[in-house]
T-cell receptor, first 112, second 111 residues
Framework: DAGITQSPRHKVTETGTPVTLRCHQT?????MYWYRQDPGHGLRLIHY???????DKGEVSDGYSVSRSKTEDFLLTLESATSSQTSVYFC???????????FGEGSRLTVL | EDKVVQSPLSLVVHEGDTVTLNCSYE??????LLWYKQEKKAPTFLFML????IEKKSGRLSSILDKKELFSILNITATQTGDSAVYLC???????????FGGGTRLMVKP
């Protein structure tokens, strides 16, 4: 295991409120990713990071922002949550960008 | 844009059956294809394939890649109830360091 911890694991919030999900890793992996998983869509990439302060957008980045101020932490922020952002969010890491991804346990977000 | 399509969407079999899961892909500059198993929580890694025709094997699971026809298969022999899961296929291209995932195949193995 790559020692990936996501928090919170479950959250219920209301439309329009800000939400931040945290991913913490202990393996000193360079690459970190945020995916969302919805029925029928598999895992879709939101944003990823290839180093401290280095981030880039994935295929479903609208409505999300990220920050990485330390190697071990990657934050995903929903500035104003919408019901369409109800999903399970997975953080993943990778050491050199070529091999397998290691996944966290997921964070289930419900936006009412 | 990279694209991954998995079939079938779902499958129900009985213990002892053999199953074949399919993954087809479109990617500009192919680098690797990965298979994951997802039970209730985080996906867990099964195989990574980079070369055509070389079978990867782990116990009752095996996988092979065809880079000419752009697909991979995952075989599970003598299925057990513990094989019940969603199986995910993903591809990585040379342009980036991201994985593009397919929608998954949900396998249910009945006793």
């Amino acid at each position: 295991d790559a020692g990936i911890t996501q928090s919170p694991r479950h959250k219920v919030t209301e439309t329009g409120t800000p939400v931040t999900l945290r991913c913490h890793q202990t393996e000193n992996h360079r690459y970190m990713y945020w995916y969302r998983q919805d029925p029928g869509h598999g895992l879709r990439l939101i944003h990823y990071s290839y180093g401290v302060k280095d981030t880039d957008k994935g295929e479903v980045s609208d409505g999300y922002s990220v920050s990485r101020s330390k190697t071990e932490d990657f934050l995903l922020t929903l500035e104003s949550a919408t019901s369409s952002q109800t999903s399970v969010y997975f953080c993943a890491t990778n050491g050199d960008g070529t091999g397998e991804l290691f996944f966290g346990e997921g964070s289930r977000l419900t936006v009412l | 844009e990279d694209k991954v399509v998995q079939s079938p969407l779902s499958l129900v079999v009985h213990e002892g059956d053999t199953v074949t899961l399919n993954c087809s892909y479109e990617v500009t500059n192919f680098r690797s294809l990965l298979w994951y198993k997802q039970e209730k929580k985080a996906p867990t890694f099964l195989f990574m394939l980079t070369s055509s025709g070389i079978e990867k094997k782990s116990g009752r699971l095996s996988s092979i890649l065809d880079k000419k026809e752009l697909f991979s298969i995952l075989n599970i022999t003598a299925t057990q109830t513990g094989d019940s899961a969603v199986y995910l296929c993903a591809v990585r291209d040379n342009a980036g360091n991201m994985l593009t995932f397919g929608g998954g195949t949900r396998l249910m193995v009945k006793p």
